[in-house]
């Protein structure tokens, strides 16, 4: 059984920075495609930030250069280095998979933006 983990979510002022994790347990191959969704109450999960098997890389608009995705040496490790945070970035974060056509999801890590 293959599992995600995210940490490294917490409280932080706005301004700050905050460095995401997601590391896989379990039999698992490099993934199609990678990435960071997050969910606020009362709203849609949105896509943050994606990185394909290719090294390619997407961000959704309302990052404006402030995240930055990346995988780690091992290719089952996913960072999300998150800066200059405002308060609407408050969110549970989720560490998102897909290989072989199977979906897998993280379980979340809130993040909390104080103004």
């Known amino acids: 059984q293959v599992q995600l983990v995210e940490s490294g979510g917490g409280l932080v002022q706005a301004g700050g920075s905050l460095r995401l994790s997601c590391t896989a347990s379990?039999?698992?191959?490099?993934?199609?495609?990678m990435g960071w969704y997050r969910q606020a109450p009362g709203k849609q999960r949105e896509l943050v930030a994606g990185?394909?098997?290719?090294?390619?890389?997407t961000y959704a608009d309302f990052v404006k250069g402030r995240f930055t995705i990346s995988r780690g040496n091992a290719d089952h490790t996913l960072f999300l280095q998150m800066n200059s945070l405002r308060p609407e970035d408050t969110a549970v974060y989720y560490c998102y998979q897909i290989t072989n056509g199977v979906h897998y999801w993280g379980q979340g890590t809130q993040v909390t933006v104080s103004s």
């Open positions: 990185i394909t098997s290719a090294d390619f890389t």
């Open positions: 379990g039999s698992i191959s490099r993934g199609n495609f």
